[in-house]
């Protein structure tokens, strides 16, 4: 039995659903968003509550069944209240800028980095070493956000690099210096 293929998502006022030719769409305050779905899963839209059935037992269309329900909530989510992902950028002079629509990074390297916001994606510099991608899509910020860290990955001794607000990098001990043996 699939736990979250089970589970109803309740559709927020302003929040409409269409089930169309295998595609599902939902369409809300922030925008619209569609997910192609495999036919041997069945969507259905009552009372405005979506819920997905499946048609047989069988592991494989068990993890559909829970697949497509997780991503029908994310795009119920993401058109109602949206996706937002804050990285941290720590290094000695390192610091990042937004001009117009793109963001420049001072990140260590002998030129500036530039990274331009693409189509559904938001970028912000709340400060000198914080950026915030923002938007309705998870897969689209999250991925994007993966590519920004991309730029300058953490690194242990120093800590140095572009990692997320709730990373967690683990330091290591550097090397011991004047010790006799």
């Not at 329900?69 to 390192?94: C, Q």
Request: overall charge positive; proline content about 4%; some cysteine.
């Amino acid at each position: 039995m699939s736990r979250i293929g089970n589970a109803h998502i309740t559709l927020p006022a302003g929040v409409s659903v269409e089930i169309k030719d295998s595609i599902i769409t939902v369409k809300g305050p922030k925008g619209m968003l569609s997910q192609a779905y495999d036919p041997i899963i069945t969507p259905k839209v009552e009372d405005s509550v979506l819920s997905f059935t499946r048609a047989n037992d069988e592991g494989d269309t068990k993890a559909k069944h829970g697949l497509y329900r997780a991503l029908a909530a994310n795009m119920v989510k993401g058109v109602t209240e949206g996706f937002k992902k804050t990285l941290v950028v720590n290094g000695v002079g390192w610091k990042v800028a937004k001009q117009g629509k793109k963001i420049v990074m001072n990140v260590g390297f002998s030129h500036p980095v530039e990274v331009e916001e693409t189509e559904g994606i938001a970028l912000d510099c709340p400060s000198q070493t914080e950026i915030t991608v923002s938007g309705i899509s998870k897969e689209k910020v999250g991925q994007f956000a993966a590519m920004v860290r991309g730029i300058r990955i953490p690194e242990p001794y120093h800590g140095y690099g572009i990692r997320y607000s709730d990373e967690v990098i683990e330091r290591k001990v550097g090397k011991a210096a004047g010790s006799k043996g």
